[in-house]
C-alpha cells in the first residue's frame, strides 16, 4: 500500500526493462519517471535506485551481504528479498548475459519459446478487458431486463450492445506487434467462432425486432413514429469511439445517448412478449449467456493452454 492506502501492483516485465534500460543509458531521474507515467515516482524511483546500483557495481551474482548493502544504499525501505528479485529480473534482462548467450541450444531454444509465450499472453489482458462481464451488470439480476449495462437498456438496439461490450478488431494495428502472432497461436481457441456467433446472433436479433415493430406500428401509429425516430437518432449520432479497444476499453456511459430511457425499452419488450415476438426476452438473455462464454473463452486458466499449444510457421521453439 502506498501512504494514501491505494494497492501498488507489481511492475511487470515491461516496466521494469524500461527502467533498465533508462538506467544503462545514463538517464536522469525525471526522465525515468517520465516513462513509467502514471506509475507513482516513489514507485518508480525505489526500482531505478537498485538497479543504478547494479550498473554500477556491474554485478555478475549477488551475494546476501551484497544485496543487503544495496537495499540500504537504495532507501525507501526496500527488503534485501526485493532487491533480489530485482536482481534475477536484471539478469534476464541485462545484454550479454549468459541466460541468453551461453546457454546449451536446447536451454536456449526452450527459452526463447517462454519469452514469446509470455510476451502472447501479455497480449491477452487489452483484449479481455474489452470484454465486459456480463455479471457485473445489474440487469443480471433482472430476469426480464439481461441487457443493462453503463445505466442503459440496450434491448432495443442489440447491434449497439455488441459494439459496446466486444473487442472490435477492425484494425488490427490498435492491438499491438504480437496481435498477428497471437491470433496464430488462437486458431484452435473457440474465442473466434463464439464472437463471430454473437454478432451474429445480435444482427438476427435487431432484425426480428424492427420486423416486430414494423407489424405494432401498423395498429400503432404513436409506437411507429417513435419507434422510428429513436432508430433514425441513434444511427446519426453512433461514433466508432463507442466501440472497445485498448485504448478506450470502457466506453463513458454518461456521454452515450440511446435517444430512449429504460422504461420505454421496458415498456416496448413488454408488449413484444403480448404478441408480435413472444420469445425476446429468451433472445435477449441468449446474447447475455453469450457474452459469458466469449469471456470465459479467455480466462487464464483456458487461455494458458491455448497459446502454448498453437504454433505458427515462425513460431520459436
Known amino acids: ?17 524500461r527502467i533498465f534500460e533508462a538506467v544503462k543509458a545514463g538517464k536522469s531521474p525525471d526522465c525515468v519517471r ?42 525507501y525501505d526496500m527488503s534485501t528479498r526485493r532487491v533480489k528479485t530485482l536482481f534475477n529480473a536484471w539478469q534476464r534482462w541485462r545484454p550479454g ?37 456480463p455479471w457485473d451488470s445489474w440487469g443480471q439480476t433482472l430476469p426480464r431486463r439481461p441487457l443493462l449495462l453503463g445505466g442503459h437498456d440496450w434491448a432495443l438496439v442489440p447491434k449497439l450492445w455488441f ?3 466486444t473487442p472490435n478488431f477492425d484494425d488490427e494495428s490498435d492491438w499491438g506487434r504480437a496481435f498477428p502472432q497471437l491470433k496464430e497461436h488462437l486458431e484452435k481457441s473457440p474465442f473466434w467462432d463464439d464472437l463471430d456467433e454473437l454478432e451474429a446472433m445480435t444482427l438476427d436479433l435487431a432484425k426480428d425486432l424492427d ?5 405494432l406500428g401498423r395498429t400503432n401509429d404513436g409506437f411507429r413514429k417513435t419507434w422510428l ?63 459469458e462464454v466469449l469471456r470465459q473463452d479467455l480466462e487464464p486458466g483456458v487461455v494458458d493452454k491455448v497459446i502454448a499449444e ?8
Open 163 to 165: 459494439y459496446v461490450v
Open 211 to 215: 420486423i416486430a415493430a414494423e407489424k
Open 34 to 75: 517520465s516513462l513509467l507515467k502514471p506509475r507513482h515516482r516513489t514507485t518508480v524511483d525505489r526500482v531505478r535506485n537498485v538497479a543504478a546500483e547494479f550498473q554500477r557495481r556491474q554485478l555478475t551474482k549477488l551475494t546476501d551481504p551484497m544485496a543487503k548493502r544495496i537495499a540500504i544504499q537504495a532507501s
Open 229 to 291: 425516430t429513436f432508430q433514425g437518432e441513434i444511427s446519426s449520432v453512433w461514433r466508432l469511439q463507442e466501440s472497445r479497444t485498448p485504448s478506450n476499453p470502457v466506453p463513458d456511459w454518461e456521454k452515450i445517448n440511446l435517444h430512449y430511457d429504460a422504461v420505454y425499452a421496458r415498456r416496448v419488450c413488454e408488449e413484444f412478449t403480448r404478441g408480435v415476438m413472444p420469445d425476446v426476452y429468451d433472445r435477449l438473455r441468449a446474447l447475455s449467456d453469450k457474452l
Open 97 to 133: 548475459h549468459s541466460s541468453k548467450t551461453d546457454k546449451e541450444p536446447g536451454e536456449r531454444a526452450q527459452w526463447l519459446r517462454q519469452r514469446h509465450l509470455d510476451r502472447l499472453l501479455h497480449a491477452v489482458n487489452p483484449i479481455r478487458k474489452c470484454i465486459s462481464n
Open 310 to 317: 498453437g504454433a505458427y510457421p515462425d513460431c520459436p521453439g
Open 1 to 17: 500500500m502506498d501512504r494514501e492506502g491505494n494497492r501498488i501492483t507489481e511492475m511487470d516485465e515491461g516496466e521494469l526493462e
